[in-house]
């Protein structure tokens, strides 16, 4: 076998680093954030007023260096800022505005982590009014809001579902996966069950359209049969 020489080496350049985050753990984490994200996409289109970010930096520094205090929340939104493409969180950059919500995908690395350190971070650096963690596996689900500097848990209702106060959404699980609903306790649909949902309500309004013709036809050849011309009626 013939060696390289150090010039045949080949050497790749730096990559542009968008998050510090760790990838996500397993198919069901990442197929759990990517939910969450494209509903609450969908739901708001037309807002321009808050970010919703997945598995990406949140930096922090009271010295404004990306190189201390960081850190990686598997979802978060903020409100009322610029609806627009980052690449990380920025706290400085962005008129010191930390996230008003944030939910951590537990897994049996960083579960301990989530209830503990970070949960204490977001209340007491952070200042995020909710947070919530759940487990895709296990399917533990919890809820804490911020009540006079203190995490408070959130009391579910009868459908074990949990209110967010910031989004105005009930968050809860459905087929083993953590769903939005809206305040009428309607599911937030993904794309793809926009869509279907669109399919039916098209194909019921025909079905309706061509049962109201054939009964007015039905009609009209009975008043043909009576000896009644329908033109009469107008």
């Excluded at 390289?4 to 542009?16: C, K, N, Q, Y």
């Excluded at 969180?89 to 995908?105: A, F």
């Excluded at 970070?118 to 919890?142: A, V």
């Excluded at 809001?145 to 009868?158: A, D, H, T, V």
Aim: glycine fraction near 4%; proline fraction near 6%.
């Amino acid at each position: 076998m013939v060696e390289s020489t150090p010039s045949e080496i080949p050497v790749f350049p730096a990559g542009d680093l968008l998050s510090e985050e760790p990838q996500l753990e397993t198919y069901r984490h990442l197929k759990q954030l990517i939910l969450l994200l494209t509903c609450l996409e969908r739901l708001w289109g037309s807002r321009q007023d808050f970010f919703a970010g997945g598995n990406m930096s949140i930096y922090y520094s009271t010295r404004q260096r990306k190189s201390e205090d960081v850190r990686g929340p598997d979802f978060f939104v903020v409100l009322n800022t610029e609806r627009k493409e980052r690449k990380s969180w920025v706290v400085w950059e962005e008129d010191g505005k930390y996230p008003n919500l944030i939910l951590e995908i537990l897994s049996d690395s960083t579960a301990q982590t989530d209830r503990g350190l970070k949960k204490q971070l977001y209340q007491d650096i952070f200042r995020t009014p909710e947070y919530f963690w759940f487990d895709p596996y296990k399917l533990e689900f919890k809820g804490f809001k911020l009540i006079y500097r203190r995490y408070e848990e959130i009391e579910p209702n009868e459908r074990e579902w949990l209110w967010s106060e910031e989004l105005q959404l009930y968050l809860g699980i459905l087929e083993e996966q953590l769903r939005f609903f809206t305040p009428e306790r309607e599911l937030v649909p993904t794309p793809e069950e926009a869509e279907v949902q669109e399919r039916q309500r098209a194909e019921a309004e025909r079905q309706r359209a061509e049962n109201a013709e054939a009964k007015a036809e039905r009609l009209r050849q009975k008043l043909l049969e009576m000896g009644v011309n329908p033109e009469e009626f107008g």
